[in-house]
């Protein structure tokens, strides 16, 4: 009986999945395992190599291979490829991430074991970066061993957990309607997860989370309008998940996202758009007045009062 399923998710990453895959195949464990490699529909090479791996590891490596692009940042991939896990446990990876400690699944496997009140356990990685920034482990030695949902709701976004660290009991068969339309996968499947049982935490540095701009954290622009959006959808939806318990602290959370959109690309020339989530952040937000006054002033005010009012305090110096 197949104990922890292998979950790589992928698209275009033909320079990075031969590692990934290779990482998972090197785990050392007392139990069976399993490689599921859900492909969205890559047009890079990506989908060939899943197949070669295939025919070398016949009932081990298998691809969910895509009829088309499932969208949603990989988030309908994932869950796709759920569905033919057969694993008591699962553990994720990006397709352009990989694992560094061989005894990694049995070590997060005997956790959950040993922790049947936990429904999810992660470790700690190291982030490298494609511009060269210096590598730096994720998580520092305070790191607590044990996380509920308090710990993961707060005014800004809280993220501390690398998809390659984690490892989720199969227990949550059914995801809410809700998850499909967030493209941020990470964030509502851990707040799920963390409603049926405590996350656990291991120190092993056991993985490498990579940077690069064909990752999807490269996706998340936050001077674009659709991607703010949903970040605002996927927090209400959130909100509502946990009938309203965080509602103070998660809508000062939405704020923030209404005092990014008037930043947003799509917004530089329309003043009434500005101007509606404008009044709509200082409402959720409350702000401390100094902040109040900046956003009066770049975005309520119209261009020519602003002007008019520069000229007048300039008077007595021309």
Not at 200 to 224: E, H, I, Q
Not at 226 to 234: D, V
Not at 289 to 307: G, M, N
């Amino acid at each position: 009986m197949i104990k922890v399923s292998v979950l790589i998710i992928t698209y275009n990453q033909k320079n990075f999945i031969r590692k990934a895959i290779d990482s998972a195949l090197a785990q050392q464990t007392d139990f069976p395992i399993e490689i599921l490699v859900g492909d969205d529909f890559s047009s890079d090479g990506t989908r060939e190599i899943i197949q070669d791996y295939e025919r070398q590891h016949p009932g081990k490596v298998i691809g969910v291979l895509h009829p088309r692009n499932m969208g949603m940042n990989g988030g309908i991939n994932f869950l796709e490829t759920l569905k033919q896990a057969r694993g008591e446990y699962y553990a994720l990876m990006d397709g352009d991430d990989y694992w560094t400690d061989s005894l990694k699944l049995q070590k997060q496997a005997d956790f959950l074991d040993a922790h049947p009140d936990c429904s999810t356990v992660f470790h700690n990685a190291v982030i490298t970066y494609e511009d060269g920034t210096p590598s730096h482990l994720l998580n520092s030695p305070d790191q607590k061993t044990f996380y509920t949902v308090d710990d993961l709701i707060g005014e800004d976004e809280i993220w501390f957990m690398a998809t390659s660290s984690t490892m989720y009991r199969h227990i949550l068969k059914e995801y809410p309607a809700w998850f499909r339309e967030s493209s941020s996968g990470d964030i509502p499947r851990l707040i799920l997860m963390a409603k049926l049982g405590k996350i656990g935490y291991l120190p092993d540095v056991m993985s490498v989370y990579r940077k690069n701009r064909g990752g999807a954290s490269y996706a998340d622009n936050y001077y674009d309008e659709n991607f703010l959006r949903n970040r605002i959808l996927m927090y209400s939806n959130i909100n509502r998940e946990l009938d309203y318990r965080y509602d103070k602290v998660l809508k000062k959370n939405i704020a923030r996202y209404y005092r990014m959109m008037l930043d947003a690309r799509q917004y530089q020339k329309s003043y009434f758009r500005r101007a509606f989530y404008a009044v709509k952040y200082l409402y959720m937000a409350q702000p401390a007045w100094e902040k109040s006054k900046e956003v009066i002033r770049d975005y309520l005010t119209p261009a020519p009062i602003r002007r008019l009012y520069s000229t007048i305090r300039l008077l007595p110096y021309r």
